[in-house]
Structures are given as structure tokens and as C-alpha cells.
């Protein structure tokens, strides 16, 4: 039985699973991953954190058929990352680009090289578990939001600023807001400053994936699925899920989406 190695190399993170080939994409179980982790994606530049890294994999995992990764972190970040198994050299690295192409899936976007690749990774993975009409929301370091229709065509999207860069400008661009800091639940609008920035920045992400909502349905591809991945993935269902409006819309979360839509691509590559 072969093992796949799979990287999603974030601006803000790492992660890293590691599947069998008798496993599928489409599967949907929550113990997906035989086995998983996450580092800052600033180790990479890092000799020590790469060799613990690579030394913790290594002595984990038998040695892979195939390693394949998605990276928005860089140029340096990609070398970094494929130094880290020398003993594995006769392992191929695939890696999955914004215009990588995949059976089923057509993009809109005018210059494909330039649609991130965990974007692209985040579609494969969408469409690998839904034929519906679907909005994929990253919401990390930025928070992105595309359109896939049922017969597979990528409409676009948009990329925002995430919640933390949101509230982290706030307080580097003006003289008296500090930095929020989110404490208990709190619905509504603000009655302190700190609530105000929190519920607003909560606002602004909530207000675009309700808009993108409604331009769906605009253009005849009324939204059935949202699939939700990110470092405030939780954080926003749990906002969305105080809305009644919002709350009708099946939404649900699905973790390492940018690494399940890799290793889609991935066993379509090989």
C-alpha cells in the first residue's frame, strides 16, 4: 500500500498530512489523515526547525510514493521545503499551481498563474467533496471567498484582509484605536471600543460572505454548500451561526481543505 505525503505551505502556517492510497478525497470522515501537523511557516528558514521538522516525518512516516505541496509563502519557502528529505531522493515533488489544471474544474480568472495556488488547492478539494453550487471560504492571514458552480467552472472571487490583519491595521494606521482583543462572546454592536473594532472586523467578513451569497444567486448559481477552512474557520461559523438568515445556509466546516484539494490533484497526476 503507498503513502502520499502532502504540504500546504500558508503565509502563516504549515501543515503537512500524510494519506494512504487506499484512501479517497471524497472521503469524509473526520480521522481523515493517518497522520497530520503544523508548524509556523517560518521555520522553514530556519536550519534547526527544518531538520526537526524532517527528522519528526522521516522517523514517523515510511518513506512516501510521492510528495506533493501548494505554497503562497514564497520562492524561498519552496526550496526550503524541498530540502528537507535528502535520503528521499528518488521521491518526485509535485506541486500544485494556481494554473495547474484538474478533470472537471474550469477557472474564469484571466491570468490562472496568478490565482494562488491554495485557492486552486482549496477548489480541487471542494469539488472533490460536493457537485453543488459552493462558496469556498479561506479565512487565515487573508480571507478569500470563490465561486464554484455545480458544472465546475470557477467564477472568481475575492481576497480581504483576514480578521487579524483587519484589527492589526486598525491600530497601526490610527493614533488612538489599540489593538482588539477578543474576549467573551459578544452579538451586536459595540459598547466599548474593543467590541467595536472586534464586532466590526467580525462584520466585515460576515457582510462579504453574505454579499457573495446574494451575487450567486444573481447570476443563477444560488449557493448550496459553503465550505469553510482556516485559522478563524470556527471562529466565523460561530458568528455566522447567531444569523438566522446565514444560519439557513448549509454551511460547515472542513479542515485541511487546501490539503485535501492537493491530494486530489495529486493522484490525477500520477
Known sequence: MSLYLIFDVGNTRLKWAAVESNQQPSDQQKKLWAYSGSISSASL?????????????SKTLPMPSAIAFSCVAGEEAIINLKSLFPQWKEVAWKQLSGDSTFEGIRTLYQEPSKL???????????????????????????????LLGSNGVHYGGWILPG???MQQSLETNTAQLPLAIRGDAHHGFGV?????????????????????????????????????????????????????????????????????????????SL
Do not use: F
Request: hydrophobic share 45%; proline share 2%; glycine share 10%.
Open 45 to 57: 528558514q530556519s536550519p534547526e526547525h527544518r531538520a526537526e521538522l524532517a527528522d519528526y516525518i
Open 116 to 146: 494562488g495556488a491554495d485557492r486552486m488547492a482549496a477548489i480541487i478539494g471542494a469539488r472533490a467533496l460536493s457537485k453543488r453550487n459552493t462558496l469556498i471560504i479561506n479565512a487565515g492571514t487573508a480571507t478569500t471567498i470563490d
Open 163 to 165: 480578521l487579524g490583519l
Open 192 to 268: 466599548c471600543t474593543n467590541d467595536a473594532i472586534i464586532g466590526g472586523c467580525d462584520a466585515a467578513q460576515i457582510g462579504a460572505i453574505q454579499y457573495a451569497l446574494n451575487i450567486a444567486k444573481e447570476m443563477n448559481h444560488p449557493i448550496e454548500k459553503v465550505w469553510l477552512d482556516g485559522g478563524n474557520a470556527k471562529l466565523l461559523a460561530k458568528e455566522i451561526g447567531q444569523l438566522s438568515k446565514l444560519n439557513a445556509v448549509n454551511i460547515e466546516i472542513s479542515e485541511g481543505l487546501v490539503l485535501r484539494g492537493v491530494w486530489a490533484w495529486l493522484l490525477k
